[in-house]
C-alpha cells in the first residue's frame, strides 16, 4: 500500500503521455470501426484544425507533471475536463472501450482522494469571502 499512490501517479501518467503523443505521432493503431456518431464527433474536433492538437497537448503536458511528481494536483485539475470527455465519449458515442474507461477513473479518482484537502478552497466559500475581504 506504501507505494500505492507512487503507481497510480505513474501508471496515469504513462496512460496519458503515451496516448497524448499518439495524437501527434499515430504509433498506435486505431480501431477498425467506430461507431458513425464517434467518426462524425471525432471529424468534427479534426476539422478545427486546433482541437486535437490543444488536447493531446495538454494530456503529454499532464502526462509528464504526473510522471515528474510535480504539480500533481495541477496535473489532475488539467485532467479533469478531459477524464470528463473520455467519460462522456464512452458512455453516449463509443461504449466498446469502456475496459480503458475504468481504469482512467478509478486512478483518477483515486489521485484526487490523495490530494482532496488542497482542493476544498476551491468549493467552499468561506475562502472566497475572506480572499474578497483582503481585496
Known sequence: M?????????VLGLLFLVF???????FLPMPNTMPEPAMAFAGALAKTGYMFPL????EVLAGILLLAGCAVPVALLIL???VLNIVLFHLFLAPEGMGMLVVIVVLFFYLVSRYCDLYKPLFCAKSCEKSSDKA
Open 55 to 58: 488536447i493531446k497537448g495538454t
Open 20 to 26: 497524448g503523443l499518439n495524437g501527434f505521432f499515430n
Open 2 to 10: 506504501k507505494y500505492l499512490p507512487l503507481a497510480a501517479r505513474v
Open 80 to 82: 479533469a475536463p478531459i
